[in-house]
């Protein structure tokens, strides 16, 4: 398949119409300016977005235009990296922030588990760097740590000799995943101490994964000859805590019932219904030099969610020339076989400006992000005559059961897919296909999901929460017209989501002009992580 870009202008679009139309009669390939495209569809061997895309060679060059002084040495110790072991935005956070990081000039490296479901041949120039042992309940666990370059970052893979980090998928493999955690953030400290001497300025943790490394610095590592780095815990949702009795945090060898009080592991969430249980994350509070709790918003990697240059586009586009964004829409109503003019009618040149809005909810399927309202606004989106595709995965076997049994219900329709998997490649052209972008999460520290959607031209409609809050500002709001680019509501009740969406339905249908100005608007918003790496440049010199 030949992929094109993104100079189509509007008789193009004209012109590539009318092939498409040719195209259906000949068979389903047609030629639409530059290159040809080929039309997917339901019944297609190999799914859309499963097809081969030519490599991206993300490199971290693009954000060159500001240097800091006195650079720094960065090692982000995570369970998550975008895109090869995401699960949410903790994996695009820690991309974002390391590849800024590298383009301010600063040295930055990943440290990763080596999960088996990570496809190597997205790993540049992967190499064994050295075999080492790390303690682990009792024993010296023989280990391997690789080196090799993911979107031009520096990683180091730690795979451990016994069961850890082995199964399909990044989290909820049969192994103890607590366990696992502990094993891997002291099997990282025990690389930069034992194995290379390294003395980064700075070790990065995130979530409750690393939330031990902390206490393991401070009490073993830092006593041996790990004497320079300060230590970054970023909290990025504060759900998760790792709950952990004090035998198992002695498994890393760290001696449990120390860290059994207030002041230290004990959480006051704990104590409610499980007092002798520790908690992690409270203990790498404790323990680190700085903790943001996204008192720094996010930002997005402006390079790999780029619609000018996303290699999973059938066609680019840019806010200058956003007509590509209505061939990404067909594509994917054809490739998802929702209604679209074209195939309704094979007898007329398809109006790929088909008035049907397509909404696009792009989520991990937990109560965090607003299930009820989700599984809502499928019905209400079907009432508005609407399109709807929610791209989901569910840990949950209760939530999986009950949007599979939605998904039986609407999936055969015209009008709502929901598709409950997780797949990075569709998720880029859903945003490049959707008129509006869903957020109607109960609570969201920050949200990536409305600034990617945004990005790619989709107007957010999202919950008043939040980094939401912080990011969408409602049209209909006169006291801030300035910024107004999405809907907003603020009730967790299924007329509050209703009313949000019924704006944004007139606005699209009877408003074109004022559409097309908040398009444009949402396109230009600037969410980069420009923005907010220098925040965390200026915390890490301030520890
Ligand atoms: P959270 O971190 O709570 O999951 P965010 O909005 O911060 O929520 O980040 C979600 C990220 O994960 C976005 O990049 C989004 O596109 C991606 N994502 C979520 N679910 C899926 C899925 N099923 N398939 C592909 N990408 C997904």
């Not at 800024?100 to 600063?106: D, E, P, T, V, Y």
């Not at 323990?287 to 586009?313: E, K, Q």
Request: proline share 5%; with cysteine; hydrophobic share 35%.
């Amino acid at each position: 398949m030949h992929f094109h870009t993104s100079q189509n202008s509007q008789s193009c679009l004209l012109a590539s119409s009318v092939a498409v139309l040719q195209a259906e009669k000949r068979g389903s390939s047609t030629g639409v300016g530059v290159g040809e495209l080929i039309w997917p569809s339901p019944s297609d061997g190999t799914p859309f977005w499963k097809k081969d895309f030519p490599s991206s060679g993300v490199s971290p060059e693009v954000f060159a235009d500001v240097k800091d002084s006195d650079p720094k040495h960065i090692i982000h110790v995570t369970a998550e990296m975008a895109p090869i072991a995401k699960v949410g935005g903790l994996g695009d956070v820690v991309t974002g922030l390391a590849r800024a990081c590298l383009s301010r000039g600063h040295t930055v490296d990943i440290m990763l588990p080596f999960y088996e479901c990570i496809q190597k041949q997205h790993i540049k120039d992967l190499t064994v760097i050295t075999k080492y042992n790390s303690y682990h309940d009792g024993n010296w666990v023989p280990t391997t740590a690789y080196r090799g370059v993911v979107s031009g970052i520096p990683v180091i893979f730690i795979e451990p000799s016994n069961l850890f980090f082995k199964g399909q998928y990044v989290y909820g493999g049969s192994y103890n995943e607590l366990e696992a955690y502990l094993f891997f953030s002291r099997a990282c400290l025990e690389w930069m101490q034992q194995v290379t001497s390294t003395q980064p300025d700075i070790i990065h943790v995130h979530e409750w994964q690393t939330g031990a490394l902390p206490l393991l610095y401070w009490d073993i590592y830092h006593h041996l000859s790990l004497k320079k780095p300060r230590i970054v815990l970023t909290i990025h949702n504060m759900e998760h805590y790792g709950e952990c009795s004090k035998e198992q945090l002695s498994k890393s060898g760290l001696e449990g019932s120390v860290y059994a009080s207030i002041d230290k592991a004990v959480d006051d969430r704990t104590i409610g219904h499980n007092p002798e249980r520790l908690s992690l994350l409270k203990g790498g509070i404790v323990y680190s030099n700085a903790v943001v709790y996204f008192g720094i918003l996010n930002g997005i990697d402006i390079t790999m969610w780029n619609p000018a240059t996303d290699i999973f586009l059938p066609v680019k586009f840019n806010d200058q020339k956003p007509e590509g964004k209505k061939f990404c829409k067909y594509y994917v109503q054809r490739g998802l076989g929702l209604a679209s003019e074209g195939t309704q009618d094979g007898n007329h040149v398809p109006d790929i400006t088909y008035k049907a809005p397509l909404v696009v909810c792009i989520t991990r399927l937990v109560p965090q992000k607003g299930l009820h309202l989700i599984s809502h606004a499928i019905k209400h989106i079907e009432e508005l005559g609407g399109q709807m595709v929610i791209l989901g995965k569910a840990s949950d076997v209760r939530v999986q059961t009950e949007f599979e049994g939605l998904a039986k219900l609407h999936n055969q329709g015209p009008c709502i897919r929901i598709l409950l998997m997780f797949s990075d490649e569709l998720s880029h052209m859903l945003y490049a296909a959707a008129d509006m972008v869903l957020v109607p999460s109960i609570y969201e520290p920050c949200g990536l999901t409305q600034m990617i959607g945004m990005r790619y031209g989709a107007v957010p409609v999202v919950r008043k929460t939040g980094g939401l809050a912080d990011t969408v500002f409602d049209m209909d709001d006169q006291s801030n017209h300035n910024k107004a680019n999405g809907f907003v509501f603020e009730g967790i009740d299924e007329g509050s989501l209703n009313c949000a969406l019924d704006r944004a339905f007139t606005y699209f249908r009877e408003k074109p002009d004022e559409w097309n100005g908040i398009i444009k608007k949402v396109m230009e918003v600037d969410n980069s992580w420009n923005n907010t790496a220098g925040k965390y440049v200026e915390l890490y010199h301030s520890i």
